[in-house]
């Protein structure tokens, strides 16, 4: 493991994304890494990523990550709930990664809109700007507000209006009401 002391779940992050290209599972980084990416730059001691992958295949997975090392937790929301599941996996310094499957209303495609980074010599796949304006509107808190703000300022021009508003549609009216207040303002 990659990972040192507390504070590393970028790190930690790195081994997880080598268990998942292993079993050839899609993923985008989300969160405050993707944020930092998107010109929106905020301290955060987590990292998180989206996966392309049925919850029937999460337990097989929370197995390759304990074989792998790590501490793994497998956590399933009910039926009301906008996340389906997340994996988590933490290390013995406390460092954290959040491993989201399920997420209501991300379009699929989302994982080939996704784009390569590089990070400490390896690359990590980060979502798409406009999926991740849409998914920051759909949670809805200031935090996550602002974070969409920042972001949609800081493209220089290069927001596909269009693809955000379909995209944004997809969490449903809230979302969609959110966007049209935050371009207003932007």
């Known amino acids: 493991m ?21 079993a050839a599972i899609s993923y985008a980084v989300i969160g ?3 944020a930092s990416v ?6 955060s001691l987590d990292a998180d990523a989206v996966l392309a992958l049925p919850v029937n295949r999460l337990r097989e997975l929370e197995r390759r990550f304990i074989d792998a090392g790590f501490r793994a937790e497998l956590r399933t929301g009910d039926e009301d709930d906008p996340i389906a599941a997340v ?3 933490t290390d013995p310094f406390g460092n954290r990664v959040d491993l989201l499957v399920g997420l209501r209303g991300l379009e699929p495609a989302a994982f080939s809109r ?24 759909f949670a809805h808190g200031p935090q996550d507000i602002e974070d969409a703000r920042f972001a ?3 493209t220089g021009g290069k927001l596909d209006l269009d693809l955000l508003r ?6 449903g009216p809230e979302a969609v009401e959110t966007l049209m207040k935050v ?3 932007t």
């Open 38 to 43: 998107h010109g929106v730059v905020r301290a």
């Open 183 to 185: 371009l207003s303002r």
């Open 2 to 22: 990659r990972a040192q002391r507390p504070g590393e779940s970028a790190l930690l992050l790195l081994d997880a994304v080598d268990v998942l290209n292993d």
């Open 87 to 89: 994996l988590g996996l």
């Open 114 to 137: 996704a784009f390569e980074v590089p990070f400490q010599g390896k690359t990590l796949r980060v979502i798409g700007l406009e999926d991740f304006v849409a998914m920051k509107l």
């Open 166 to 171: 379909r995209l944004t549609a997809r969490y």
């Open 32 to 34: 405050a890494m993707a």
């Open 152 to 154: 949609i300022a800081n």
